[in-house]
Structure formats: structure tokens, C-alpha cells
């Protein structure tokens, strides 16, 4: 009989670790927010992932909600969530976002932490939500501009190595046709949802009109390097990403101050 209680008594400290993993999910996702854009490959695989770790931590944590791993995980998860939302906002994403925002705001409530300092953090969040959302919507509207980006053409190098993408911009006056080139194996891919790396996008050619028909051109030299040609110019060739001249050097992956998980 002892023994069983023992046993008992041992199973929601040893549960509560379960909190680690969300607490390293949301840092996760919050880390990669700064560095990838994400994008939802398999609709129907990441909604049967949701489900499965929304039970398993959702459960978890609050059959645990008193163990103080649980309590401290359950706090945070709305600061970790707060770029998460503001910088991977879009329709498309609603479906990841929703979901982890109802987990992030039911496990804070249901937290074991006390009411007084639940209600400090909450004041607090609810004041870095609402200057991170009004700081990012005035970017957005003032500094980044009002444009309209569609992409009409989409192609790779033939090592895979590099990718160009053909942008139609409609602004207020005439636009612009613009073709921007950026490495293609940073990303990382979980099969239903994948992380691309953002920050090496160079553009390689921008004209001051849009609608154009422009299609780039990919083929190799004589070093089998690659080598991008528009309307019979080269706009770009693979030694340029790795010349030592640090003007250059603009995909090398060591400008970057942080690499999460290298692919």
C-alpha cells in the first residue's frame, strides 16, 4: 500500500514534464517567427498534428496545472505566442494560429499560479499585445508601403541550389516588374507544415513597370555553377554567392547571427 502511494504521488511531477515540450514548442515556433516563414503543406496532416498536441499537452498540463514545471510553462505560453501571431498573421495561417492561441490563453487560466500573479502578467501581455500589434500594423501600412505582390513565375537552378522568383507589383503609380533570387536549401520541412528562410532575398533585376512578361532563364557555365540570364543578360551566377569579397557573399548562411536547426 505504501508503494502505491508512492507511485501516486509520483505521477503529476513526473507528467508535469510533458510542459517542457510545450514550453520548447512555443519557444520554437517564436524563435523560428524571427527567421522562417512558415507555410502549411498538408492541410488535412497538420490538423490531425493539432489534434494530437492539443490533447497531450492540453491534458496534460491541466491534470498537472499545481506542479510548478506546469504552472511556469502555462504562464509563458502567452509571451512565447505573441510574435508567433503578429509575425505569421495571414489568412492561411489562421489554421495553425487559432488553435494555439485557445491552447496558449486555456492553459494560462488554468495555470496553478496564483490569481494575483496571474492577473499582473496578464495586464502585462495584454499591454505588449496590443503596442506589438499597433507597431506592426503602422510598419506594414507606413514604412513597408502599400503594394500589391504577385508572383507570376517560379523557377530553380538546376543544382537546386538557388530559386528566382518573377514579382508583379501594382502600387499607386505605374508599378514595377521585379525578380528576386534566394537560396533554396535553407528551409526546414516537417512534411505537413514547412519553415522558409527569410532575410537572403536579392533582387537581381526591377523595372519601373509591371505586367511585363519577364522570364528568367537558368542554365550553367563552363564550372557547372549556376547562371540566371534575363531578356540575354546575366543577372546572376552562382560564383557571386560565393565569392570572398563579403559585397558578395549576400546567401552565405554565416551572416545570419543565428541558425536554428540547420537543414
Given at each position: 500500500?505504501?508503494?502505491?502511494r ?14 517542457l ?42 491534470y ?30 489562421l ?24 492577473t ?10 496590443v503596442?506589438g ?77 509591371n ?46 547571427k ?6
Open positions: 500500500m505504501p508503494e502505491n508512492n507511485t501516486r504521488s509520483l505521477i503529476k511531477p513526473v507528467m508535469s514534464l510533458i510542459s515540450g510545450y514550453a520548447g514548442l512555443m519557444g520554437f515556433l517564436a524563435f523560428a517567427s524571427l527567421y522562417y516563414d512558415v507555410q502549411i503543406v498538408s492541410k488535412p496532416a497538420f490538423v490531425a498534428l493539432e489534434i494530437i498536441l492539443a490533447v497531450i499537452f492540453g491534458g496534460a498540463m491541466i498537472t496545472r499545481k506542479q510548478i514545471l506546469t504552472s511556469i510553462a502555462g504562464l509563458f505560453g502567452l509571451l512565447f505566442y505573441l510574435p508567433i501571431v503578429v509575425l505569421y498573421y495571414s489568412p492561411d495561417n489554421i495553425m494560429l487559432v488553435p494555439l492561441g485557445i491552447l496558449a490563453v486555456l492553459l494560462f487560466f488554468c495555470s496553478g499560479a496564483g490569481e494575483g500573479i496571474k499582473i502578467l496578464g495586464t502585462i501581455y495584454l499591454l505588449l499585445y503596442i500589434i499597433l507597431a506592426y500594423y503602422l510598419y506594414v501600412s507606413i514604412f513597408a508601403g502599400n503594394t500589391i505582390d504577385v508572383v507570376t513565375f517560379h523557377s530553380t537552378s538546376p543544382s537546386q541550389s538557388y530559386r528566382c522568383y518573377v514579382l508583379d507589383i501594382t502600387d499607386s503609380s505605374e508599378g514595377s516588374t521585379r525578380v528576386v533570387i534566394e537560396p533554396n536549401t535553407y528551409d526546414i520541412d516537417y512534411g505537413s507544415i514547412k519553415f522558409i528562410e527569410k532575410g537572403y532575398k536579392r533582387t537581381v533585376y526591377n523595372v519601373r513597370k505586367k511585363l512578361n519577364i522570364i528568367p532563364e537558368w542554365s550553367s557555365d563552363t564550372s557547372d555553377r549556376d547562371v540566371l540570364t534575363i531578356n540575354g543578360e546575366v543577372r546572376f551566377r552562382g560564383s557571386d554567392a560565393t565569392n570572398p569579397d563579403d559585397a558578395y557573399r549576400y546567401f552565405d548562411v554565416k551572416k545570419r543565428f541558425r536554428f536547426l540547420n537543414s
